[in-house]
């Protein structure tokens, strides 16, 4: 069975600076994607980038970029020029080929923004 | 609007009895799931169904029940042998493109909140 961990439960960045969260999975299979979600205070789950294993290049949505390591199953998330709004809890998650569309998440990491 | 509605967004269940949380999707999807999400444990996969009449149990489905008896509509029973409900509950749903994984994102609704009296 495939898992996913994230071994920081929390973490804290200063506003405007830089922050890496951390996501490491265990897999066999060769063909399958990632994902980070963002969960604000108001509990609503929000896609914040997804990445596709079979592509080398790192996925980047505006301030928010990976570090896909596949040899390594590592899978980070960093957020550049943090902001207010950015404060939540974070899920790594997984859907590989034999998951058909099923998600594995990992148990997330509480984001605290200081202004 | 197109989205996930789940109602009640607060429920409460007393000892040794069943309770129905709804989910409810106007996107067309044919995939919808539930998930339980407990503090410091991530979301778990409590049910998913991937097609009208037809439904898989996931990683923690003891103690649930569900249906799929329409498209719109994956309502979720709580039953008297799950002895510890308490919990906040998110419904999903996905496109689904065939039987291989897809990059396709789940949408979520805004939860439930379970709490025993």
């Known amino acids: 069975a495939q898992t996913v961990t994230q071994s920081q439960p929390e973490m804290s960045v200063q506003e405007a600076e830089t922050v890496t969260l951390s996501c490491t999975y265990d897999?066999?299979?060769?063909?399958?994607?990632l994902f980070w979600y963002k969960q604000p205070p108001s509990r609503q789950m929000i896609l914040v980038i997804r990445?596709?294993?079979?592509?080398?290049q790192n996925a980047t949505e505006n301030r928010f970029s990976v570090n896909f390591q596949k040899a390594a199953k590592s899978f980070s998330l960093k957020i550049s020029d943090s902001q207010l709004g950015d404060a939540a809890m974070y899920f790594c998650a997984y859907r590989g080929e034999t998951s058909g569309s099923r998600l594995t998440f990992g148990e997330g990491t509480q984001l605290t923004v200081n202004p | 609007d197109g989205g996930i509605t789940q109602s009640p967004k607060y429920l409460f269940r007393k000892e040794g009895q069943n309770v129905t949380l709804s989910c409810e999707q106007n996107l067309n999807h044919d995939a919808m799931y539930w998930y339980r999400q407990d503090p410091g444990q991530g979301l778990r996969l409590i049910y998913y169904s991937q097609i009208v009449n037809d439904f898989q149990k996931g990683d923690i489905a003891e103690g649930y029940s569900v249906s799929r008896e329409k498209k719109e509509s994956f309502p979720l029973t709580v039953t008297s042998a799950q002895k510890n409900p308490t919990a906040f509950y998110l419904c999903?749903?996905?496109?689904?493109?065939?039987?291989?994984?897809?990059?396709?994102?789940?949408?979520f609704g805004s939860g439930t909140q379970l709490s025993v009296l």
């Open positions: 999903a749903s996905s496109i689904l493109q065939g039987t291989f994984a897809t990059n396709e994102k789940l949408f």
């Open positions: 990445q596709e294993a079979y592509k080398q």
């Open positions: 897999t066999s299979e060769s063909d399958y994607y």
